[in-house]
């Protein structure tokens, strides 16, 4: 086990302890917009797609990265649209 | 935004001359902000008045990402990747703009769908590149595309049934859970069998892909439509943890911690959403609950009678009361009467009555879903009470008016240990000193459950539809 892969999984297991605190705060009024919300940073993976699209023209690797970057964006760009569209209707 | 990628393009030219700070310290570094961006944003969704802000915040942590991305030397071919980010970015803008706020659990399942299907690409790409690969690399490539294709095609059977593309009550056969059993089985055997001869592994991994993929269909058709606000926020819960799984695979952080983010929001909506039902996790995904409500009509003791007044006759109690409190439940909805309830609300106000809501957790299709409803329906979002907060003020309640919601009302949830929903967390609108439940008729509801508030002494059922019902008692205040 390489030291890199150590880091990563120390991340990972802290991320989910932030995740969980930050998260259990949102008050059930907002848990729609939550689930939109954190399904466009869930497009996050539209990284790997950029990469894998762009690094290998002409490749397999490079077509499934076209298609991953049209579905991440659809995320990304559509959740964080529809969210804010939500968000704005909430009025004191 | 296009000052920071101003800034960052400034920079970028500035590092220009050494290539490995960029591409060793630069990005990654701007990868961190992103994902401190993206948690500051989730804090700030803890109030509705900060919670816009948030959004931009998480938004503005996404294109900091992408950007920094884009820097990367590695990138040769930047025409492909235009055209793929204008496709996406103009469906989703679509997507977003045209859907009603009622379909949004469809559109959240839909796009739950899209971000595993973009995991197991971008694992797949990873695998595809023809690399010799490390055998953890090897291992969390399987893991990843497991975990995108069962979120894929899960999220679009769990679309179907919501969008009634499908029918919403479980499709069972007997077997089923061997089968499910076998195939995961077989898809741990293969993700074995690739790690250990890395040479075959291109077979296997297609294999485990289209496995996967069935059984994130046969996984999902036997959850009956009630149950779908669990599946949609445990579908929400693996979208994030394919991320995650695919950040191990490239070995990027940001897809990582972003990745678990995701994943731990999902986890705790699916256990608020249990708990709403009194249900484990397990029996929501493996019982099939809601496939045997046709057949069998109920037993009602002839005994027992309801009450039932036409609207105009209740307007003077509405308009003697101190506190009112609203009890929404799908129902409304469907009947579109939001605006009109609203309406009744700002009529009340103006006769001095204090008005609340009471939203049970599983009012909606999803979580949250009915608070987005009413807020979409202009009702100020600091008049909304859940569960916990408005239990106790149902004994100095003069009025709990019930519309379009059924089983999270019912008080056999609390005494009636024969009751199918017995220890469910409920609405004690029967403490109330008068309830008016506003129904179609005296049909039970979608779990086919009689419902006791129906013949107590302070309830009075309005029959009628919803909207017209609150409509009369609108025009009947003015």
């Known amino acids: ?92 | 935004m296009w000052l920071a990628a101003l800034w960052l393009r400034a920079v970028c030219l500035e590092c220009s001359k050494n290539k490995i700070i960029v591409q060793d310290i630069f990005i990654p570094i701007i990868y961190l902000f992103s994902a401190v961006l993206f948690i500051l944003g989730l804090r700030q969704l803890s109030h509705p008045r900060t919670a816009p802000k948030g959004n931009n915040t998480a938004a503005i942590g996404m294109l900091l990402a992408v950007i920094a991305t884009l820097l990367n030397n590695q990138i040769l071919d930047f025409q492909t990747i235009f055209i793929g980010i204008v496709i996406g970015s103009a469906i989703g803008a679509v997507l977003a703009k045209r859907v009603e706020m009622t379909s949004m659990p469809q559109l959240v399942a839909l796009f739950n769908g899209f971000g595993g299907i973009a995991s197991l690409l971008v694992a797949a790409a990873e695998f595809y590149k023809g690399e010799p690969l490390l055998v953890f690399t090897l291992a969390t490539i399987t893991l990843s595309v497991l975990i995108g294709a069962v979120t894929f095609s899960g999220s679009l059977v769990a679309f179907a049934k919501l969008q009634g593309l499908l029918r919403g009550t479980p499709i069972k056969f007997s077997g089923q859970h061997s089968i499910n059993g076998i195939l995961a089985g077989v898809v741990v055997l293969l993700a074995v069998y690739a790690v250990l001869d890395p040479a075959q592994a291109s077979n296997a991994v297609l294999a485990i892909i289209v496995i996967s993929l069935f059984l994130g269909i046969l996984f999902v058709i036997p959850i009956g439509g009630a149950d779908m606000p669990v599946v949609i926020a445990m579908l929400n819960s693996f979208s994030g943890l394919a991320a995650c799984a695919t950040g191990f695979v490239i070995q990027n952080d940001a897809l990582i911690i972003s990745g678990s983010l995701v994943g731990a929001s999902g986890i705790i909506l699916t256990d608020i959403m249990c708990k709403g039902m009194n249900r484990t996790i397990w029996n929501v995904l493996f019982a099939g609950v809601g496939s045997a409500i046709e057949g069998s009509p109920l037993e009602v003791d002839p005994m027992k009678t309801v009450k039932s007044y036409e609207p105009e006759d209740t307007v003077v109690i509405f308009e003697n009361s101190k506190q009112i409190v609203i009890v929404p439940g799908y129902g409304l909805a469907v009947a579109q009467a939001q605006h009109m309830v609203h309406e009744l609300q700002e009529l009340l106000e103006g006769k001095g009555v204090i008005v609340k809501y009471a939203i049970h957790p599983v009012a909606g299709r999803m979580p949250g879903h009915m608070n987005v409803l009413l807020a979409e329906a202009n009702v100020p979002y600091d008049s909304l009470y859940d569960l916990d907060q408005i239990n106790p003020e149902f004994e100095e309640t003069d009025v709990t008016l019930v519309i379009g919601a059924n089983d999270v009302v019912n008080p056999a949830a609390r005494h009636d240990v024969n009751s199918p929903i017995f220890g469910m967390p409920i609405l004690d609108v029967d403490k109330s000193q008068t309830v008016f439940v506003l129904k179609r008729s005296m049909n039970p509801g979608f779990a086919g459950i009689e419902n006791e508030l129906f013949y107590k002494d302070n309830t009075i059922m309005i029959f009628g539809d919803a909207k017209d019902t609150v409509s009369k008692l609108v025009s009947e205040l003015k």
Do not use: C, D, W
């Open chain 1, 1 to 92: 086990m390489n030291g890199q892969l150590l880091v990563e999984i120390y991340v990972f297991v802290l991320a989910v302890f932030v995740g969980f605190e930050v998260i259990s705060k949102i008050p059930p009024t907002l848990h729609t917009p939550l689930m939109s919300g954190s399904n466009a940073i869930s497009g996050i993976t539209i990284i790997g797609a950029l990469l894998a699209a762009g690094s290998l023209p002409g490749t397999l690797s490079a077509t499934l990265g076209l298609i991953a970057i049209i579905l991440a964006m659809i995320n990304v760009v559509g959740g964080f649209m529809v969210t804010g569209r939500m968000l704005r209707m909430f009025k004191k």
